[in-house]
T-cell receptor, first 115, second 110 residues
Framework: EPEVTQTPSHQVTQMGQEVILRCVPISNHLYFYWYRQILGQKVEFLVSFYNNEISEKSEIFDDQFSVERPDGSNFTLKIRSTKLEDSAMYFC?????????????FGNGTRLTVT | DQQVKQNSPSLSVQEGRISILNCDYTNSMFDYFLWYKKYPAEGPTFLISISSIKDKNEDGRFTVFLNKSAKHLSLHIVPSQPGDSAVYFCAADNTGKLIFGQGTTLQVKP
């Protein structure tokens, strides 16, 4: 069964550094998402992306965050200047349609540790 | 954000018995609900969904019930198997983004 793949599985970075988290969505999917889960908290929405532009973003997704689909397969999340509170599991997801009858398929996540 | 709540952090059941996981929501505009299962070191895996125009959806051992008047949904797993042991998240679709509950850890004992 096709799956969403994320790299790296674990990223350690120093505060203030830039990180790029990478995702390869399922090939025929058109909608892409980033979610994150801070340890002990809920999985929370960051951003959705369709047709090479952001569809919706949460309050968390401030100017430090950006997303890009640089080619036909990769979908990246960049954090420009990481903070301690950015430490979390970051999940990429994709779906065929935007809503209903098209559940999100998640990758296994990247654990980001900011020191 | 307390729009979706799973009030039981954990549940333990015997293999072969029924597992019932509960979820409450506050926003009556939600019209699509999903259940995800998550194993350690993996991402959430889609299990089953239900549209607000239905009150029940069944897929094999998994059945989701929706009570719109009570703003409550539940996931029934029967019979439960040890491999079902995982964290279960309910989620509501809010204009294309998912709002997740806190999760319930299910342990199925052999």
């Amino acid at each position: 069964e096709p799956e969403v793949t994320q790299t790296p599985s674990h990223q350690v970075t120093q505060m203030g550094q830039e990180v790029i988290l990478r995702c390869v969505p399922i090939s025929n999917h058109l909608y892409f998402y980033w979610y994150r889960q801070i340890l002990g908290q809920k999985v929370e929405f960051l951003v959705s992306f369709y047709n090479n532009e952001i569809s919706e973003k949460s309050e968390i997704f401030d100017d430090q965050f950006s997303v890009e689909r640089p080619d036909g397969s990769n979908f990246t999340l960049k954090i420009r200047s990481t903070k301690l509170e950015d430490s979390a599991m970051y999940f990429c997801a994709s779906s065929v349609q935007a809503r209903h009858n098209s559940p999100l398929h998640f990758g296994n996540g990247t654990r980001l540790t900011v020191t | 954000d307390q729009q979706v709540k799973q009030n039981s952090p954990s549940l333990s059941v015997q293999e072969g018995r029924i597992s019932i996981l509960n979820c409450d929501y506050t926003n009556s505009m939600f019209d699509y609900f999903l259940w995800y299962k998550k194993y350690p070191a993996e991402g959430p895996t889609f299990l089953i969904s239900i549209s607000s125009i239905k009150d029940k959806n069944e897929d094999g051992r998994f059945t989701v019930f929706l009570n719109k008047s009570a703003k409550h949904l539940s996931l029934h797993i029967v019979p439960s198997q040890p491999g079902d042991s995982a964290v279960y998240f309910c989620a509501a679709d809010n204009t294309g983004k998912l709002i997740f509950g806190q999760g319930t850890t299910l342990q199925v004992k052999p």
